[in-house]
């Protein structure tokens, strides 16, 4: 597997991989370097793995933008080079999101701005009870825009994406699970335990029918429920021609005979 400099990549015996952010000197913020290695890795394990683990390595998850290396040096260089950085920090985003395995976000210490995004565009976000998130932007006399607007209308409410992003207050990670930002937040000792338990979970489902799901949401909410239900109709028929039809021989047989576990493919007796 190939080295990195600002991140680390690690795929497990399980099929699980872990994306960490190792820039722990500056908590994590995100240079053009390490938003260009999370595209090129994510890209290497994309379609090989079970589940993909993001998280950051130090006191923080990730701070945000590294204003310096992202801004401020390419300006002096040249204007056009944060052009190129722009389309580098969506290529890493996007790759992130539209990863076909379920993405997990392990958040402790900072999830700022591009930090909060990150954690966003994954499909399920665990947090420390003292993580620390907020939108930052609106301190420094702009917008939180780039895609940070994006993250605050997916996770929160209209009214708590305007008080957070009209104040730059920060919240912690009990706060984010109140309003669903997170799915759940928990001790900071208990964080990696709680990941890996819900990572054990996904392992017992089927893992194109995990893979569906994603696409099936992401579908549903730009559709009414006529264009939803027959898009997810037409693109289960995809789906069960690519598992072979085990759907009908083996979940709906063994259902059938009381002897299916619906969503593990564990065949039981029935009590």
């Not at 390419?74 to 969506?90: S, T």
């Not at 994954?122 to 907020?134: H, L, Q």
């Not at 009209?166 to 930002?181: H, I, K, L, S, W």
Request: glycine share 8%; aromatic share 12%; proline share 4%.
């Amino acid at each position: 597997m190939a080295r990195y400099n600002t991140i680390e990549l690690a795929v497990d015996d399980r099929d699980v991989a872990t994306l960490t952010f190792d820039r722990p000197e500056k908590r994590n913020a995100m240079s053009p370097e390490l938003l260009e290695e999370v595209g090129d890795a994510l890209e290497t394990i994309r379609g090989d793995v079970r589940a993909l683990v993001i998280e950051g390595n130090g006191p923080s998850f990730n701070a945000g933008m590294d204003f310096e290396k992202y801004f401020t040096e390419l300006r002096k260089k040249d204007p056009l080079l944060v052009k190129e950085a722009n389309f580098i920090h969506g290529r890493a985003l996007n790759r992130i999101k539209d990863f076909p395995a379920p993405t997990i976000a392990k958040v402790h210490g900072w999830a700022l701005g591009g930090g909060y995004m990150v954690m966003a565009v994954c499909d399920i976000a665990f947090a420390a009870t003292d993580a620390k998130f907020g939108f930052s932007e609106i301190n420094f006399g702009i917008a939180a825009g780039g895609g940070t607007m994006w993250a605050a209308a997916h996770t929160l409410s209209r009214r708590d994406a305007m008080y957070y992003t009209m104040t730059g207050e920060p919240f912690d990670g009990v706060e984010a699970e109140r309003m669903g930002a997170v799915n759940k937040s928990v001790p900071p000792e208990e964080l990696d335990d709680e990941v890996d338990r819900f990572v054990e979970k996904l392992l017992e489902k089927n893992a194109l029918a995990l893979e569906y799901s994603k696409d099936y949401y992401d579908h549903a909410r730009r559709m009414t429920y006529r264009e939803s239900h027959d898009y997810e109709l037409a693109k289960g028929e995809e789906m069960k021609y690519f598992q072979r039809q085990e759907f009908f021989t083996e979940g709906v047989g063994q259902f059938m005979e009381d002897k299916y576990k619906p969503g593990t493919g564990e065949a039981y007796e029935k009590e």
